[in-house]
């Protein structure tokens, strides 16, 4: 193609003091992506975090094993109402459920690559179950790690509805709400982006290893620990690891209520940074 006809890409970034879901817009000459592209090609930012002293049969998830952990959390997620949010749209209404399906895992396997490579993804087992954390100060925003983890793909696979929804929406909102709860702490917090059990797997205490794996070391730091709840059904479970609800927001556009619960967890037994 040439050059003056390529398409302009709307990519979307976060500023880099942001956390993981917050958005500004730049644009992007589709000549400038890499035209072999390959996130298997890519190795996980050497700068990353440092990983808490792992406990019990909590791993680290390795960049050749993102597939299998987003195919956990997409199991795991496959009726959240927050993750369908940006797939089952009007402008989709004529998509089939695979077709849905396959962009829910691929929508997965960026974000999980993200998080390989700028934040800290762990397991269990044979990928029972999955934790996406960000660690303070770590965000996935930056224009290489969009580029490398295929977000950038987004701009294409989700509908008009779909990129309103997540662009103008969702990661404003969540980039928002996050800084306004944390204020000054919110550089310092640890951030649980997206946790998940398989069904088959649920109530074996997956879910409670890899949590305490960071809160351990949160509280050793001193620092907080925040996530948003997509699901009714999980502030009881979170309040059994010390979060509270702080507050609750909402996406607007579609014609059910989507809530998320934003939640935090104070250190426990240390000075709070
Ligand atoms: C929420 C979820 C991650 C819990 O995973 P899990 O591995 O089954 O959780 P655990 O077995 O470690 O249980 C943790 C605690 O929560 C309790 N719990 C778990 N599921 C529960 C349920 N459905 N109802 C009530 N309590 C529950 C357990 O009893 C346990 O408490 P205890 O240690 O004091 O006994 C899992 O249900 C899931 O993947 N849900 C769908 C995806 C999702 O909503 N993720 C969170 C998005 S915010």
């Given at each position: 193609m040439a050059k003056t006809l390529a398409p302009v890409v709307s990519v979307h970034l976060v500023d880099q003091k942001s956390s993981l879901k917050?958005?500004?817009?730049?644009?992007?000459?589709?000549?400038?992506?890499?035209?072999?592209?390959?996130?298997?090609?890519?190795?996980?930012?050497?700068a990353a975090a440092p990983v808490p002293p792992l406990t019990g049969d909590v791993r680290v998830v390795t960049a050749a094993e993102y597939k299998q952990a987003a195919a956990c959390l997409a199991e795991a997620f496959a009726e959240d109402d927050v993750a369908r949010y940006f797939i089952d749209v009007p402008d989709r209404s004529h998509w089939s459920e695979q077709e849905k399906w396959d962009l829910h895992v691929e929508i997965l396997e960026y974000v999980t690559y993200a998080h390989i490579l700028k934040g800290l993804v762990t397991t269990i087992g044979d990928f029972e179950a999955v934790a996406l954390w960000m660690p303070p100060g770590q965000n996935m925003d930056d224009f290489l790690t969009i580029l490398r983890s295929g977000m950038w793909r987004l701009n294409y696979r989700l509908s008009a509805e779909g990129k309103r929804r997540f662009f103008t929406e969702f990661l404003p909102l969540l980039h928002d709400?996050?800084?306004a709860t944390l204020g000054e702490a919110d550089d310092e917090s640890w951030y649980l982006v997206y946790i998940g059990t398989r069904p088959s797997g649920r109530g074996k205490g997956h879910a409670r290893k890899l949590i305490e794996h960071?809160?351990?070391?949160?509280?050793?730091?001193?620092?907080?620990?925040?996530l948003e709840s997509s699901n009714e059904a999980n502030p009881p479970i979170y309040r059994k690891f010390g979060f509270e609800t702080k507050r609750t927001v909402h996406l607007q556009r579609a014609e059910k209520n989507v809530q998320l619960d934003i939640m935090v967890r104070d250190p426990v037994g240390e000075e709070k940074k």
């Open positions: 917050s958005a500004t817009t730049a644009n992007v000459q589709l000549n400038d992506v890499p035209t072999k592209f390959s996130v298997l090609q890519q190795k996980p930012d050497a709400t996050k800084h960071v809160t351990k070391q949160a509280d050793r730091e001193g620092r907080p620990v925040y």
